[in-house]
């Protein structure tokens, strides 16, 4: 007889193992389900835990039954997982998946627990099933490369007519394509169906990087290179202007500004510069051509475009110093990281103010120079209206004033200037606001660049509290025979103005707004909506949650349901996390929009992410150490919102961008995070709309997963549309630029960076050869790879 040790060892370890980690995960289920089940959440968890720690259970005693009924809970969950979601694959995930791991290890464990004779047999279709069960998974995960059908555009409807809005032509003048911002480009070398030719016929390097790890932190190129006639002009981060043959990318000249590594804000970044002809200058003459830009120093420079010298009659030998008038400005605190608008020769530049620091930080006093000898020729602080020039002796523009850190836009013949507008300092805090901040704040505002007055505005949100402030250019557009322009915002909604007026063309309404926060006296009852086109999606709900698994689904479905969340505008509150949706990186930021006059096509990639955000109070705040950059407790970089002390009010404002798991790293909200959508301008109807954006450098724990997946990542950066058919775009965070068709938003062609592309790309011809071209540097806020690349493409 054999003894009962021998027996006892000879016992398989596999069904003790697998049953200890079903338990443990049951159990950490039963107890976060039943804190969910509290909350008014889904019972699921709870039931689901329950049963996993039985089925555990019974297999650490070895006992065939649980492994059947952790077969029945795999069953029921995807009953439950279809009931909830449908089939939508990316919210299957952590419904099924790791659960499907589970399924295939307990299917092949089973046999060693049976004594029956048959009990092989059972262990191999137990492992066909686990090989069917795999392979039918992996048809999931292949079905989520596949971003659907798409409808055919509509036929030609806007063909441009309105002679303001010249074309591009071989050249690519402006960061938008032309001060009309549509970043569409009438070349059509390149076409559909040969664009999958493309490749890189030469790529250069700046030699900008960053000058530490902790620099790195602040890094992100942004940069859309200019070119007009023989000569390429590329910004760098730190401002270098550098001048290139477009045919080769080899270095003609640079100019270097000195800037320093304490002038960064939150983002090391030049999106570009401005060009600008001397009327009437003979063209030998020095400077008779010059590029006008601004430095992150906040200084305002003009130099020759043909050999990058100084042009010394401008202001003092080149530049001139932007702060003037201001009072207090710690360096970081101001700075010119886009390009400025010249409207009949007026130099109009905003700034930069850096985020959350201080309620009576510098002011966002607009100003229009002179773009041949950067004399001051107005200014507009909204605070003092009468004010044409410098402020009085002894005195400073308003400080605290809503800024405009983006770029604008601009009409020769109707000599106006389009200012996307911020919000004031402390974005998250309104009762310290002057009405004239109110009244400005988070709107479009036409200026006249002669007297620098307010012609018209557009407000998108009353009392902004959700860092709503403008970010992309208005395009100017012929609409139906009408002068207007197509104004994106953060919120998602677009809206059609007429540009003499500001009168919307297209429906707008108005919804009730949720109360409520902190300051619900401050609250407006209604806000302004597009009832023509939002790429904003509905309204977020529990079963929107997502993670890496049901664990990570169910914290998630945690915070949702202890979270002030009312829908749309939800106000930020102190005693505990607002969600709010879309979150302050749009909808559409920075990168715009871009048109197809001749289609009538508009090509708008957005982010569709949320935040997760708690007014901290002042005390809180104070034993946390966070103060304003330029005290001692200040620190260089770090996320926008994360911690920023908005001194001088009573809150400080932590925001979870994105809304991320502190362990993982993974989003709460369930894929895809981001999306391109072509629009009829004619009707405001989708056409189609994809995710944007692979999983292929996504990953939970900062693992890149390297999955080709369309997951649709956040985006920064804006497309470019040719003549051709061809959407241009980067902006994801995979890494990757691709050419998309116009007509059916199928990707045609892609290629690897060597950076993070969050940059707007450009097209432009040379000796009858069109060329792509895209300034990868990177990005700290989306933690893709910093680089100094310019890399052009052509077809052979």
């Known amino acids: 007889m054999e003894p009962e040790s021998l027996k006892s060892r000879a016992r398989p370890i596999a069904p003790l193992v697998l049953g200890s980690i079903i338990a443990l995960i049951g159990l950490v289920l039963a107890i976060g389900g039943i804190w969910l089940a509290l909350l008014g959440g889904s019972a699921y968890y709870v039931l689901t835990g329950i049963a996993m720690l039985a089925a555990g259970g019974l297999l650490i005693r070895r006992r065939i039954l649980g492994g059947w009924l952790y077969c029945a809970i795999f069953v029921l969950t995807v009953i ?20 499907l791991v589970l399924l295939v290890a307990t299917l092949l464990v089973m046999p060693t627990l049976s004594t029956r004779p048959n009990r092989w047999k059972l262990g191999l279709g137990t492992s066909a099933a686990a090989l069917v069960l795999t392979a039918v998974s992996a048809m999931i995960f292949a079905r989520m490369a596949d971003t659907g059908p798409a409808q055919d555009l509509p036929g030609l409807r806007f063909e441009m007519s309105d002679p303001s809005l010249a074309s591009v032509g071989d050249d690519w003048p402006a960061y938008g394509g032309t001060d009309a911002a549509r970043r569409f480009s009438p070349l059509g070398q390149i076409t559909p169906d040969n664009v999958k030719n493309l490749k890189r016929v030469w790529l250069a390097h700046t030699g900008d990087m960053p000058s530490s790890p902790q620099i790195a932190k602040t890094y992100g190129g ?23 043959d477009p045919a080769t990318g080899k270095q003609r000249w640079t100019f270097d500004p000195k800037v320093s590594d304490d002038a960064i804000p939150y983002t090391a970044a030049c999106r570009g510069v401005t060009y600008f002809s001397v009327p009437d200058a003979p063209v030998d003459q020095p400077c008779a051509q010059r590029i006008i830009y601004g430095t992150l120093d906040a200084r305002l420079f003009a130099i020759d475009a043909r050999t990058g010298a100084r042009c010394a009659a401008f202001g003092t030998n080149g530049e001139v110093d932007t702060k003037i008038g201001m009072g207090n400005t710690p360096p970081g605190y101001v700075s010119i990281n886009s390009p400025p608008t010249i409207v009949r020769g007026v130099v109009v530049t905003g700034h930069q103010v850096l985020d959350g620091q201080d309620r009576w930080a510098p002011s966002g006093v607009i100003r229009g120079y002179d773009a041949v000898t950067g004399k001051l020729r107005w200014a507009w602080d909204m605070m003092h209206p009468d004010w044409n020039g410098y402020p009085p002796q002894g005195q400073t523009w308003a400080r605290g004033t ?8 601009g009409d020769e013949q109707l000599g106006l200037v ?37 012609r018209w505005k557009f407000q998108a949100v009353r009392d902004d509290v959700w860092d709503y402030d403008f970010g992309a250019q208005a395009s100017l557009v012929d609409f139906k025979g009408t002068p207007a322009l197509v104004l994106p915002s953060k919120q998602g909604d677009i809206y059609v103005l007429d540009r003499r007026t500001g009168q919307p063309l297209t429906p707008v309404g108005s919804i009730k707004a949720p109360g409520g926060g902190v300051e619900p006296a401050q609250r407006a009852a209604t806000q302004r909506v597009s009832l023509w086109h939002t790429l904003r999606k509905p309204d977020l709900t529990e079963r929107d949650m997502w ?23 939800t106000p930020p509150e102190s005693d505990r996390r607002s969600i709010e949706y879309p979150g302050y990186n ?7 929009v871009a048109i197809d006059p001749r289609r009538g096509v508009i090509v708008a990639n957005y982010n569709d992410m949320p935040n997760y955000v708690r007014l901290v109070p002042r005390a809180e705040a104070n034993r946390k150490g966070w103060a ?13 919102g994360a911690g920023d002390p908005q001194a001088h009010t009573p809150y400080a404002i932590d925001v979870n961008a994105g809304w991320r798991l502190p362990l993982t790293g993974m989003l709460c909200k369930q894929p895809p995070y981001g999306g391109i959508r072509a629009i009829d301008m004619a009707t405001g109807k989708t056409i189609w709309d994809k995710p944007l954006g692979e999983a292929r450098t996504n990953g939970p724990f900062g693992i890149p997963s390297m999955l080709p997946w369309t997951i649709g990542t956040p985006n920064n950066g804006g497309s470019v549309v040719t003549a051709g058919g061809v959407i241009f775009v980067a902006a994801a965070t995979d890494n990757l630029i691709r050419a998309i068709d116009l007509r059916t938003g199928k990707v045609l062609w892609k290629d690897v960076l060597p950076a993070g592309g969050q940059a707007t790309p450009m097209t432009y011809m040379v000796n009858g ?13 989306m933690e893709t790879p910093i680089g100094d690349q310019v890399i052009a493409y052509a077809l052979p």
């Not at 279809?82 to 995930?93: D, Q, S």
């Not at 749009?586 to 715009?592: H, P, R, Y």
């Open 586 to 592: 749009g909808g559409t930021d920075w990168g715009g």
């Open 769 to 781: 050869k069109q060329y792509l071209v895209i300034a990868p540097g990177g990005h700290h806020f």
């Open 628 to 640: 304003p950059r330029d005290q001692a407790r200040g620190e260089i970089g770090g996320a926008e």
């Open 222 to 244: 942004e940069n859309t290179p200019l070119k007009v006639g023989n000569t390429l002009y590329v910004c760098t981060p730190k401002n270098r202007v550098i001048a290139l």
């Open 402 to 409: 809503p800024n405009m850190w983006t770029i604008a836009s």
């Open 80 to 99: 439950w997982a279809f009931a909830e979601v449908g089939a939508n694959n990316w919210a299957l995930v952590p419904r099924i998946i790791a659960p």
């Open 547 to 569: 993670g890496m698994s049901p664990i990570d689904q169910m914290v998630c479905r945690i915070q949702f349901r202890r979270a002030s969340y009312k829908g749309f505008f």
């Open 418 to 454: 389009y200012l996307p507008m911020g919000n004031a300092a402390a974005d998250y805090y309104s009762s310290l606001r002057r009405p004239q901040e109110r009244d400005f704040a988070t709107s479009l505002v036409a200026l006249d660049v002669i007297t620098g007055k307010p």
